[in-house]
């Protein structure tokens, strides 16, 4: 069973003004409000983020059925972008596994790898004992799904009130906080690189391919820094 103490613990860490589940909550409100514009109906817009419970993931899929995607396409395409969350997950488990705790707990918690309870956890699981770190990460991952299914519930009874300029500043909230936490933690060689990379080679592979500018610029900054750092 989840370790009551632990799990409520979890639960209670997204409270402070510098909790990354404000960033969350406003980015799902601006998905919320798409998802109404997009013609979904509340119970689909609730569903989505049940399921996907990523930003990114949940633009992708609205967006690709708004132009008529197929179902196979759309799978792929919210896979791909959900990707990124692979190194989040290997970085996160050895800090969780304990041998005394159930498989069933670490299947079921995967779902609630993101941004926001990845940064939560990386933080704080230091003051945990290791045995009781997955109760407390369940516990952090059910408080930021939590929000961001209210979220998006708000955001879509809200859509009327929201324009276009407001949604877009909503959205990018979240990636904005995350790249902030990022700059905060250059402590080491690779993530000073693979940020200062990153910013600079995804901005001049715009000019050469706007649509896979990012992705170029990541991996190519991503493997730069690594390798040098590797060295170091």
């Known amino acids: 069973m989840i370790n009551s103490k632990y799990f409520f613990r979890g639960l209670n860490s997204i409270k402070g003004i510098d909790s990354p589940a404000i960033a969350l909550g406003a980015s799902f409100i601006a998905i919320g409000a798409l998802l109404k514009n997009l013609g979904f109906t509340i119970q689909e817009s609730i569903f989505s983020t049940f399921l996907t419970y990523a930003l990114p993931g949940s633009l992708i899929m609205a967006e690709s059925m708004f132009i008529g995607a197929s179902l196979i396409n759309i799978f792929i395409a919210v896979w791909l972008v959900n990707a990124r969350l692979y190194p989040m ?116 592979f715009y000019f050469v391919s706007p649509e896979w500018c990012i992705l170029f610029g990541g991996v190519i900054a991503g493997t730069i820094a690594f390798f040098i750092g590797e060295r170091k």
Do not use: E
Request: net charge positive; aromatic share 14%; glycine share 6%.
């Open 89 to 204: 997950t290997v970085s996160l488990m050895p800090l969780l596994l304990h041998k005394s705790q159930p498989k069933w707990k670490y299947y079921f918690s995967c779902h609630f790898v993101a941004v926001s309870s990845w940064l939560i956890i990386k933080d704080n699981y230091k003051s945990v004992k290791k045995k009781y770190r997955i109760d407390y990460w369940i516990g952090i991952g059910v408080a930021t799904w939590s929000i961001a299914i209210f979220s998006t519930i708000t955001g879509y009874l809200a859509s009327d009130f929201l324009n276009k300029d407001i949604l877009i500043g909503l959205a990018i909230l979240n990636p904005i906080y995350f790249m902030c936490m990022m700059l905060g933690a250059m402590r080491t060689l690779q993530v000073s690189l693979s940020i200062i990379l990153g910013s600079t080679l995804g901005t001049s």
